[in-house]
């Protein structure tokens, strides 16, 4: 039971029994005065008047009392036996309560306001230990879980303890372009509710990457300390949390707008920000940058991998070595597009591949909406389908050798888990986030858990690839 919880109590307690009955509390201004008025007929008319009698309290009166009391000592005794676990759950959920709310907003301020309230730390804090079949190494971390939040949400790192505090395995901020830009005009964030589907434009939004990596630095100098005041030095290979806190961070980069080389811009994010991320990614795919997509091709692709390589590896790091190097992708590729940035991931040694980024198409029946036509990327429920697609055969084109990680459409555990097996180490969302708000992370982890168990797999590594693979005769 927390103290101010106890406080409450006592305070409550000690107010009914002072106060006694509501028919003493409200009769007692007219005791006095009928006592008073006792007192003055007594002095006039002699010793033979006798003060009125106070009758007793009524019996109802009697009993409320005795229920309030009651009901105060058992609400008191019942929170203090409730478990962590009991009350976490409790507030999670209560969230439900409050999501809706956020639909009545304009998209792009209830997002606003989310991210405020994650930085300032006005949302659940998950302090139940994940289920044991949700964690795994990869990259030489431990991931408590394989969900994470995906890049987007949070671009300039305002929010990362609060979002890792939800109970994310991982959380991935950014894209992050080297120069502040203020993106497309708005409005450029749609909703389209009936389909759990969300259109955006935002076009790297960004407050450029000496204002992110001031606020990443006083993270990790802050994580540093915790370490050194809290922790016992591990002699493991793996790493143990991440450079922000518990969970695993990601910082994904962006080329401005009007930059004429986009190699110098990803390289100076490298520079910049490399120190501060358990992974990074080049973001070559977003559909509202002009141009951006381009990079994807093989050439341009493993000219651009070997520059940033170049530079990370140049700049020196501790024992742990460099951050891993991912790429995102579109789902908006053709077989040969795969073919090709398949051999380029793997002649280029890249650590992993996000799959995927919005797409420009319009899978029905989101392509039926009134708002369809708006220019932008698509996220969300019609995206699950095609971004699972491609998952699975950048899966096989790589002999799943490369870590990948799922993101497109995911809003259920089922999603998260059908992701695993076409090949998805990790998995991440965002929009189902905006729509189901902090209660889906739980309830995702636990879905995951229970179709793992269900199937017989003991880890999430044992599932990775499973519906790739040739089955047993």
């Given at each position: 039971?927390?103290?101010?919880?106890?406080?409450?109590?006592?305070?409550?307690?000690?107010?009914?029994?002072?106060?006694?009955?509501p028919?003493?509390?409200?009769?007692?201004?007219?005791?006095?005065?009928?006592?008073?008025s006792?007192?003055?007929?007594g002095?006039?008319?002699?010793?033979?008047?006798?003060?009125?009698?106070?009758?007793?309290?009524?019996?109802?009166?009697?009993?409320?009392?005795g229920?309030?009391i009651?009901?105060?000592?058992?609400?008191?005794?019942?929170v203090?036996?409730?478990?962590?676990?009991?009350?976490?759950?409790?507030?999670?959920?209560?969230?439900?309560?409050?999501?809706?709310?956020?639909?009545?907003?304009?998209?792009?301020f209830?997002?606003r306001?989310?991210?405020?309230?994650?930085?300032?730390g006005?949302?659940p804090?998950?302090?139940?230990?994940d289920?044991?079949?949700?964690?795994?190494e990869?990259?030489?971390?431990n991931?408590?879980n394989?969900?994470?939040?995906?890049?987007?949400?949070?671009?300039?790192?305002?929010?990362?303890?609060?979002?890792l505090?939800?109970?994310?395995?991982?959380?991935e901020?950014?894209?992050v372009?080297?120069?502040?830009?203020?993106?497309?005009?708005?409005?450029?964030?749609?909703?389209l509710?009936?389909?759990?589907?969300?259109?955006?434009?935002?076009?790297?939004n960004?407050?450029?990457?000496?204002?992110?990596a001031?606020?990443l630095?006083?993270?990790?100098?802050?994580?540093?300390?915790?370490?050194?005041?809290?922790?016992?030095s591990?002699?493991?290979?793996?790493?143990?949390?991440?450079k922000a806190g518990?969970?695993?961070?990601?910082?994904?980069?962006?080329k401005?707008?009007?930059?004429?080389?986009?190699?110098?811009?990803?390289?100076?994010?490298?520079?910049?920000?490399?120190?501060?991320?358990?992974?990074?990614?080049?973001?070559?795919?977003?559909p509202?940058?002009?141009g951006?997509?381009?990079l994807?091709?093989?050439?341009?692709?493993?000219?651009l991998?070997?520059?940033?390589?170049?530079?990370?590896?140049?700049?020196q790091?501790?024992?742990?070595?460099?951050?891993?190097?991912?790429?995102?992708?579109?789902?908006d590729?053709s077989?040969?597009d795969?073919?090709?940035?398949?051999?380029?991931a793997?002649?280029?040694?890249?650590?992993?591949?996000i799959?995927?980024?919005?797409?420009?198409?319009?899978?029905p029946?989101a392509?039926?909406?009134?708002?369809?036509?708006?220019?932008?990327?698509?996220?969300?429920k019609?995206?699950?389908?095609?971004?699972t697609?491609?998952?699975?055969e950048m899966?096989?084109?790589?002999?799943?050798?490369?870590?990948?990680?799922?993101?497109?459409?995911?809003?259920?555990?089922?999603?998260a888990?059908?992701?695993?097996?076409?090949?998805a180490?990790?998995?991440?969302?965002?929009?189902a986030?905006?729509?189901?708000?902090p209660?889906l992370?739980p309830?995702i982890?636990?879905?995951?858990a229970?179709?793992l168990?269900?199937?017989?797999?003991k880890?999430?590594?044992?599932?990775?690839g499973?519906?790739?693979?040739?089955k047993?005769a």
């Amino acid at each position: 039971m927390s103290s101010a919880a106890a406080s409450a109590w006592r305070r409550s307690l000690r107010g009914a029994l002072l106060r006694g009955s509501p028919w003493r509390a409200g009769a007692g201004p007219s005791r006095q005065a009928s006592t008073a008025s006792a007192a003055s007929s007594g002095a006039a008319a002699g010793p033979a008047a006798a003060p009125n009698k106070v009758p007793p309290p009524p019996r109802k009166g009697r009993l409320l009392t005795g229920a309030m009391i009651g009901l105060t000592i058992a609400g008191g005794a019942y929170v203090s036996t409730t478990d962590e676990a009991t009350l976490c759950g409790w507030i999670f959920k209560s969230t439900e309560l409050v999501n809706p709310l956020f639909a009545l907003l304009d998209a792009e301020f209830a997002h606003r306001l989310a991210v405020t309230a994650a930085a300032h730390g006005f949302v659940p804090r998950e302090k139940r230990p994940d289920p044991p079949v949700l964690g795994l190494e990869v990259w030489g971390r431990n991931f408590t879980n394989p969900i994470g939040l995906a890049a987007g949400f949070d671009k300039n790192a305002e929010a990362v303890e609060g979002l890792l505090g939800l109970g994310f395995g991982f959380v991935e901020v950014g894209s992050v372009t080297p120069q502040p830009q203020e993106g497309n005009p708005k409005p450029r964030i749609f909703r389209l509710k009936e389909h759990g589907a969300v259109i955006n434009r935002c076009g790297f939004n960004s407050e450029g990457i000496v204002v992110v990596a001031k606020r990443l630095g006083a993270q990790h100098g802050k994580r540093k300390m915790e370490e050194t005041s809290s922790y016992p030095s591990s002699t493991s290979n793996v790493k143990q949390g991440g450079k922000a806190g518990p969970g695993i961070l990601g910082v994904n980069l962006g080329k401005n707008k009007t930059s004429e080389d986009a190699a110098a811009d990803y390289v100076q994010g490298v520079h910049s920000l490399s120190q501060y991320a358990d992974y990074l990614v080049i973001n070559i795919s977003s559909p509202n940058t002009p141009g951006l997509r381009a990079l994807q091709g093989r050439k341009q692709l493993r000219e651009l991998v070997k520059k940033v390589h170049d530079a990370r590896d140049e700049m020196q790091w501790a024992e742990d070595g460099p951050p891993p190097l991912l790429v995102k992708i579109a789902p908006d590729l053709s077989k040969e597009d795969l073919e090709d940035i398949a051999a380029v991931a793997l002649s280029s040694k890249l650590d992993g591949l996000i799959i995927s980024n919005t797409t420009i198409a319009r899978p029905p029946p989101a392509d039926a909406h009134p708002l369809a036509q708006e220019a932008g990327g698509l996220s969300g429920k019609p995206l699950f389908d095609s971004s699972t697609r491609v998952l699975k055969e950048m899966y096989i084109l790589t002999g799943g050798t490369v870590p990948l990680i799922g993101c497109g459409g995911v809003t259920s555990g089922e999603d998260a888990y059908k992701k695993i097996r076409s090949g998805a180490t990790l998995v991440q969302l965002y929009t189902a986030l905006a729509y189901g708000g902090p209660a889906l992370i739980p309830r995702i982890k636990a879905e995951l858990a229970e179709c793992l168990e269900r199937d017989g797999f003991k880890s999430v590594q044992q599932a990775v690839g499973a519906d790739c693979k040739p089955k047993k005769a």
